[in-house]
């Protein structure tokens, strides 16, 4: 239970870390020429390559092959992450496509196209008494997934821009810091494993480290080229709005489905957990290698924050409250 509260606690703080970067990229703005000085673009470009090579070494592969038998579970929760969750953004694109509301649509759809995060599933599925196991295995394989998908996903409405290059030039920027980092890492798993263990808390604070500063570096350049000038308020409410809908969405639907496929109550709290996960760590890292333009990252990184903070805060609480019914119900 200190490990618990520990973790949320860490979490919180993470929180809280991420709105004092953006006040300080508000208050002191990091400027393309401070690059010369201090090369904060090429530092967070090292930690990309780094924190996936990480993501490689940390992956446990017995884990992941220990549960493969248990498919129409990893089947429904993929789903939920890459098929559940983009159509429901993409049902709307009709209604947008022509529209002013397309950039906060495609925003939303880039939310959507992320995969799973790791940690706070896995922790939060061990709150609640879920199929941990189960849990391990498919954040491991939702990372492994979302480097194709996701891409994939939003190169039908992303346009080459001058400055990302052409789709050769993303597809490349992915291979260099993304995929062969992770395979690399896998590659070294066996003579690092201990190691990465060992030191599992100082890789996660670099982890922090490295979205800290894609954050304060992409509001930098909003606050610097007066990016919010030109985004009204109702739209941070219809971000806020759109992304605790999806949640909520997805979350009843991988219920319902789980429930009709007569799945163990611990299965079921696994395929609600892990399915309506997003990924800040994916989507912070995505956001600087599929070239998109500079004056729209802080619009797509806004819902991925705001969804990250309510899935935090939401999920930890339905995870203690599940926990404690189930505790009752033994008693």
């Given amino acids: 239970m200190k490990l618990m509260t520990t973790i949320f606690n860490k979490q919180n703080i993470f929180l809280l870390l991420l709105i004092v970067m953006v006040l300080i990229a508000k208050l002191f703005p990091f400027h393309e020429s401070y690059n010369q000085y201090v090369n904060l673009s090429g530092f967070i470009d090292w930690g990309i390559a780094g924190i996936f090579l990480l993501y490689g070494l940390k992956l446990n592969l017995k884990e992941v092959v220990k549960d493969v038998s248990n498919w129409k579970l990893h089947l429904l929760i993929q789903s939920g992450t890459f098929l559940i969750f983009p159509l429901l953004v993409f049902i709307f694109y009709p209604l947008v496509k022509d529209s002013e509301y397309y950039s906060i649509w495609l925003s939303v759809f880039f939310l959507a196209s992320l995969p799973s995060t790791v940690s706070s599933s896995v922790v939060m599925v061990s709150i609640a008494k879920g199929n941990v196991t189960s849990a391990i295995f498919n954040a491991s394989i939702s990372g492994l997934i979302g480097i194709i998908i996701t891409p994939l996903f939003m190169s039908f409405f992303l346009k080459p821009n001058a400055e990302?290059?052409?789709?050769?030039?993303?597809?490349?920027?992915?291979?260099?810091?993304?995929?062969?980092?992770?395979?690399?890492?896998?590659?070294?798993?066996?003579?690092?494993?201990?190691?990465?263990?060992?030191?599992?808390?100082?890789?996660?604070?670099?982890?922090?480290?490295?979205?800290?500063?894609?954050?304060?570096?992409?509001?930098?350049?909003?606050?610097?080229?007066?990016?919010?000038?030109?985004?009204?308020?109702?739209?941070?409410?219809?971000?806020?709005?759109?992304?605790?809908?999806?949640?909520?969405?997805?979350?009843?639907?991988?219920?319902?489905?789980?429930?009709?496929?007569?799945?163990?109550?611990?299965?079921?709290?696994?395929?609600?957990?892990?399915?309506?996960?997003?990924?800040?760590?994916?989507?912070?890292?995505?956001?600087?290698?599929?070239?998109?333009?500079?004056?729209?990252?802080?619009?797509?990184?806004?819902?991925?924050?705001?969804?990250?903070?309510?899935?935090?805060?939401?999920?930890?609480?339905?995870?203690?409250?599940?926990?404690?019914?189930?505790?009752?119900?033994?008693?």
């Avoid at 050769?168 to 070294?188: D, M, R, S, T, W």
């Avoid at 992409?218 to 409410?237: D, R, Y």
């Avoid at 899935?311 to 008693?331: C, M």
């Fill in 164 to 331: 990302a290059g052409n789709q050769g030039e993303i597809i490349q920027q992915l291979l260099i810091k993304v995929l062969l980092p992770i395979i690399l890492g896998v590659v070294l798993n066996p003579f690092f494993k201990k190691w990465v263990t060992k030191y599992s808390n100082v890789i996660a604070e670099f982890d922090r480290l490295i979205i800290l500063l894609i954050v304060y570096e992409s509001f930098s350049t909003a606050f610097v080229e007066n990016i919010f000038v030109s985004v009204p308020s109702i739209v941070f409410l219809v971000l806020a709005f759109s992304v605790v809908f999806l949640f909520f969405s997805v979350y009843h639907i991988l219920q319902f489905i789980s429930t009709k496929l007569k799945f163990k109550p611990k299965d079921i709290i696994t395929t609600t957990f892990c399915g309506s996960k997003k990924s800040l760590v994916h989507g912070s890292l995505f956001l600087l290698v599929l070239g998109i333009p500079d004056n729209h990252k802080v619009l797509f990184l806004l819902p991925v924050m705001i969804y990250h903070s309510f899935q935090l805060f939401y999920v930890s609480w339905l995870a203690n409250k599940i926990a404690k019914k189930n505790i009752d119900a033994r008693v």
